[in-house]
């Protein structure tokens, strides 16, 4: 730590600080777009000192913090930052950041929601697609040699004409319900409060849109109501040819269930990007055909890193300039 | 119409068999052992033939069934039919078109997300075992690129449809301009695969469109490029394909037909930027049988006199 301050030069110590507990992939990606005359990032994972201690010692004036998944913003780090005002996160998810206290505190949050939406909703499509249509396994049965020893491949199920469940219409919902109607699915969806501008059939309860879908599609927040929202019953109601996607958060999903579920047979198949414990996967998954499983990057391409490097920039920017924040997280 | 001789030339479907086998007399060509001997013998009883995208209806297999009327094809595609020799004799044809649009265009979107997207990949590198956080490989966003389709028909225009919701700019080429499509056109294939991100073929295989992705095609699509095959493996030089995805010249390929089906070249085998499948285009339960009940549905209109749902002779 010592040594970055005295390799910072001497007109950038004058900047304001943004504080970064643990590197988002954006910044390791993308350092060079967080370049900034407007503030300079103070790096807390490259000092040797246990977190606590370098807050106290380093970051009682930091009125501003970059955090992602892997450096959650807990009440407690929140403590040790006595002059905190703004929390920002490289992702569209907020579920790592303890927003009450901040709502308590009037500490701002802001995100990268929207910026991840199309790679977001492509991804969940293609995996909808993958499973129904078995791309990845068999594209395994290619490579194995098995075409001309087995002859054709077992048959998949068609995607139009499905019903087609989405959990959480925001910015990720919407994106893949457009994409949906082009298939010819019917769009249902679920979400906290109905949307009167929406043509698609709400429904209250997570529960009764399994029971009237094909397909879910979680792409929905991870909070204390959603965790664990789909469960076994949830997944009896969707039923044996009913297949799930998840783009979210693993937690929304009971894992421990929905595994039995699959290996089982009692759901028709699933399509995972996220996990509960990343990235520890299930190892009952890997022998399964009808699953289609991701390391947690349907978002990950270039241009949504370089937008959501952006917008950071942008939200460090109008804070720093008293100037209205891009992409702040509107507390309900 | 116990007595109509029907003989299917590959198998292709259970519920397709086991419905002819109520209708018809149903010979399965692939179970006989001297298949001239057995042509020999029952050639007069055969009044029907039953292919698909694999094995249809040559001029040599005519020219030996004398009372042949009709050949009914469990595929869209007729590249296995000798049509001119159907025409000459008076024969019949019909195929299974529409039913299975909706699948094939599904497919193509699936195959250009999974190649652009990395699904294969990402799932074969999950159940390796190896994820560690930590792990930020990118893939290649799909929203927005350049989709240029060889042919606009039927499924064709479905891919196009299918692309636009994910705000893909189209463009194609076709023999003739259809001005009444709002995509733009290009008047050559080269000229179209230089203007796009993703080219995929849409077509149908005749002598025009045999390897129409060719050296040239395959060069102007370049190293970004990603081609998606649909259609029929003889529409891809393939040797030129393969040697271009190894050495890196095309981006990636989604390819769901070869040229020597079932055989595949293993050069891409070890490849991540590729996507394989053993031709399940119209691969769906649904689909399939839907396919099946239009192939029934012709034959007995013919041998009932009745106008035939699908012609295309």
């Known amino acids: ?332 | 119409m116990e007595s109509i001789g029907v003989l299917m030339v590959c198998p292709m479907n259970s519920y397709l068999e086991h419905e002819l086998e109520k209708r018809f007399n149903l010979f399965r060509f692939w179970t006989v052992p001297e298949k001239s001997a057995f042509l020999a013998t029952n050639k007069n009883s055969i009044r029907a033939v039953v292919g698909n995208s694999s094995a249809g209806a040559d001029a040599e297999l005519i020219e030996v069934l004398p009372k042949l009327e009709i050949v009914a094809s469990f595929s869209v595609g007729l590249d296995k039919i000798d049509l001119a020799k159907c025409k000459e004799k008076g024969i019949r044809v019909t195929n299974t078109p529409d039913v299975l649009t909706d699948d094939v265009a599904d497919l193509a979107i699936g195959l250009m997300l999974a190649v652009l997207r990395k699904l294969c990949e990402s799932d074969r590198y999950v159940r390796s075992g190896k994820w560690k956080k930590g792990d930020y490989r990118l893939t290649t966003k799909f929203t927005g690129k350049k989709v240029g389709i060889i042919g606009l028909g039927r499924i064709g225009m479905a891919v196009a449809k299918r692309a636009e919701a994910f705000s893909c700019p189209i463009s194609y080429y076709s023999r003739t301009e259809k001005p009444e499509i709002k995509y733009k056109y290009y008047p050559g294939v080269v000229e179209l695969a230089a203007n796009c991100d993703i080219l995929v073929v849409a077509c149908s295989l005749t002598e025009e469109t045999l390897h129409i992705i060719n050296r040239e095609v395959i060069d102007a699509l370049g190293p970004k490029g990603v081609l998606i095959n649909v259609g029929r493996g003889p529409h891809v030089d393939e040797p030129e394909l393969v040697s271009a995805l190894v050495e890196r010249r095309l981006g990636g390929a989604g390819l769901d037909v070869f040229e020597h089906e079932p055989e595949v070249p293993e050069e891409l085998f070890g490849l991540d930027n590729v996507v394989l499948l053993p031709h399940v285009g119209s691969g769906t339960v649904e689909t399939r049988q839907a396919m099946a009940d239009l192939v029934i549905g012709n034959l007995e209109a013919h041998f009932l006199n009745r106008p035939l749902l699908t012609p295309v002779v």
Not at chain 1, 13 to 24: A, E, G, T
Not at chain 1, 191 to 203: C, I
Request: hydrophobic share 45%; aromatic share 6%.
């Open chain 1, 1 to 332: 730590m010592e040594n970055h301050q005295e390799r910072s030069d001497h007109r950038s110590q004058d900047l304001p600080q943004v504080l970064v507990i643990k590197p988002p992939p954006v910044l390791t990606l993308f350092e060079d777009k967080f370049i900034s005359s407007k503030f300079q990032l103070l790096k807390a994972w490259e000092s040797t000192l246990p977190l606590d201690q370098f807050l106290t010692n380093y970051a009682g004036s930091v009125r501003a913090v970059l955090c992602s998944g892997a450096s959650p913003i807990t009440a407690d780090i929140i403590r040790l930052l006595p002059s905190l005002q703004l929390v920002i996160t490289a992702s569209a998810g907020v579920n790592h950041i303890d927003l009450t206290e901040c709502r308590r505190l009037g500490i701002a949050v802001t995100n990268a929601a929207g910026v991840f939406s199309d790679d977001g909703a492509d991804a969940a499509v293609g995996l909808l697609i993958d499973v129904l249509r078995k791309v990845s396994a068999a594209d395994r049965y290619v490579r194995n040699g098995l075409w001309p020893v087995k002859g054709d491949y077992a048959l998949g199920s068609k995607l139009g004409g499905k019903r087609v469940g989405v959990v959480g219409l925001g910015g990720f919902g919407s994106a893949v319900a457009k994409r949906l109607e082009a298939f010819g699915c019917t769009v249902l969806y679920n979400s906290r409060t109905q949307k009167p501008s929406v043509p698609y059939p709400f429904y209250s309860t997570v529960l009764e849109l399994a029971a009237d879908s094909d397909s879910l599609i979680i792409c929905c927040g991870l909070t204390a109501e959603t965790r664990h929202m789909i469960n076994r019953e949830v997944l009896l109601a969707l039923g044996k040819q009913g297949v799930i996607v998840n783009i979210a958060r693993g937690a929304i999903i009971n894992e421990k269930e929905m595994v039995e579920c699959l290996v089982r047979g009692e759901i028709g198949g699933a399509g995972l990007d996220v996990f509960e414990n990343e990235p520890n996967v299930p190892e009952e998954l890997f022998g399964l055909d009808n699953v289609v499983l991701s390391p947690h990057r349907v978002v990950f391409t270039p241009e949504s890193f370089v937008a959501a490097s952006e917008l950071v920039v942008g939200n460090l920017e109008a804070f720093f300039s008293n100037k209205p924040l891009l992409s702040p997280v509107i507390y309900e």
